[in-house]
């Protein structure tokens, strides 16, 4: 089968969801849940395949890594996707008009959904949960990297859709080479919206390539802005979740930016850093009141690159400022506008960086790790969109629909 035959059925397959109701919508996900954590040996099997083809250094190893504990939370998530309301149908408007027309603005699904990503298997299985609920067809472009694991999670699916008597084509699994992702980013006619997810090169890829409409998601070069007001027992606990709780996501810290008054306490908010081997890029300053009380193999001087990447690792910078403009002036140069937070007390300075900082999650006090559909309480996301049109932000149900106009009148014409 070519990947145009896949693109055909995904479309034909468009007509067959706007059919289902959500009940049967509801009781496909209950049970694939079910039967995700009865595959479970299945699935870590094919995932060891994909393993032992990654180094374990390698930063995406921990994303392509599936557990027992983590199929667990793919199942959770995708039971509180099925018991959600549907986003379907939702009257957003509705009006009689002076010509005696009556309209309605509901919403509806966007149709054909593709999705380009990286070494991360669980992406398979919170983007057809999302995809399905909101009455969407999914094209899935896996990379080489998690290749038995998609395939087994996409086996896994449509036996279960097959049990319940719904077409399989409804979910579409292309082959992971680089061609596919040529074909989907042409696949104008036959898909709606395509949303990749991985490395700003692969974004920047699909950006400039796609003639299909894109939703940017995925990466995340994110701040913690210390201000000169802040406590440092809660800057403490918020700067080494955010580094050290899950460093491969995109919600993971990557520079601290600290206000120069506040420099002393930088050793004692770090120290816990060096516990979990997390290599500081420091400027200057921050160098200067850093060495000797943090471990020399793990410190090392900040160079031009270390500011604006996304480490996606036990590494991070730190970045003297002094004030709080000069503070958002970094920030707004180096942010990929997905999550940026502050530690501080004074509100005002609080409100100032909520007001002045663009983002799609902007924190006071709380760890960036945060940033996640699940935690959000959207049930899984199926990327966060670091982009204003359309959607911004972790995206769940609501961000997969679109809206269309229906008119009734008794006969209405236009003169």
């Known amino acids: 089968m070519t990947n145009l035959d896949q693109f055909k059925k995904a479309k034909d397959a468009a007509q067959i969801m706007v059919r289902l109701k959500d009940q049967q919508i509801r009781e496909v996900l209950l049970d694939l849940a079910d039967t995700l954590e009865a595959r479970t040996a299945l699935l870590l099997s094919a995932n060891k395949k994909d393993l032992e083809q990654m180094k374990e250094s390698d930063p995406r190893y921990d994303r392509l890594m599936l ?34 027309l009556h309209l309605r603005k509901i919403t509806v ?13 669980n992406v398979t299985f919170d983007v057809f949960s999302l995809c399905f609920k909101s009455g969407n067809v999914c094209v899935l472009k896996g990379g080489q990297d998690a290749w038995h694991s998609n395939l087994a999670g996409v086996g896994i699916i449509r036996e279960c859709l097959a ?29 709606d919206m395509l949303i990749p997810r991985g490395s700003q090169g692969l974004i920047n890829s699909v950006r400039e390539e796609s003639k299909i409409p894109v939703i940017e998601t995925g990466a995340g070069i994110v701040h913690t802005y210390f201000d000169v007001s802040g406590d440092l027992e809660k800057g ?20 601290l930016v600290m206000h120069a008054e ?36 793990l410190l090392v001087k900040a160079n031009d690159e270390s500011f604006g990447t996304e480490f996606l690792g036990f590494r991070m910078a730190v970045k003297t400022v002094r004030s709080f403009e000069e503070a958002i002036t970094h920030i707004t140069t180096f942010s990929s506008k997905h999550s940026e937070a502050i530690i501080a ?71």
Not at 109 to 121: D, H, K, L, N, T
Not at 177 to 188: H, K, N, V
Not at 281 to 290: G, I, T, V
């Open 67 to 100: 557990t027992a504990e983590r199929i667990e939370g793919i199942a959770s998530d995708m039971r509180s996707v099925a018991n959600m309301e549907t986003p379907l149908g939702e009257v957003l408007d509705e009006r009689e008009m002076p010509s005696k």
């Open 109 to 121: 699904p966007i149709g054909v959904v593709g999705v380009i990503y990286e070494a991360r298997p």
């Open 163 to 191: 049990s319940h008597a719904i077409s399989s084509d409804v979910v579409q699994l292309l082959p992971p080479d680089r061609e596919a992702a040529r074909d989907l980013m042409q696949a104008d006619g036959y898909v």
């Open 236 to 255: 403490k606990r918020v700067v080494f979740n955010a580094k050290t709780r899950r460093p491969s996501v995109c919600n993971a810290l990557d520079c």
């Open 262 to 297: 506040r420099l002393t306490d930088l050793p004692e908010m770090l120290a816990a850093m060096a516990v979990k081997d997390v290599v500081v890029e420091a400027d200057e300053l921050a160098y200067s009141h850093l060495k000797g009380h943090y471990p020399d193999q």
């Open 345 to 415: 007390e004074d509100a005002e300075v609080i409100a100032r960086f909520f007001n002045e900082v663009d983002a799609a999650a902007v924190y006071a006090n709380t760890s960036t790790a945060f940033t996640d559909g699940a935690q959000f309480g959207l049930g899984a996301e199926i990327g966060i969109s670091t982009q204003k049109l359309h959607a911004r932000g972790p995206m769940g149900l609501k961000e997969l629909t679109s809206y269309k106009w229906l008119i009734e009148s008794d006969g209405v014409t236009r003169s």
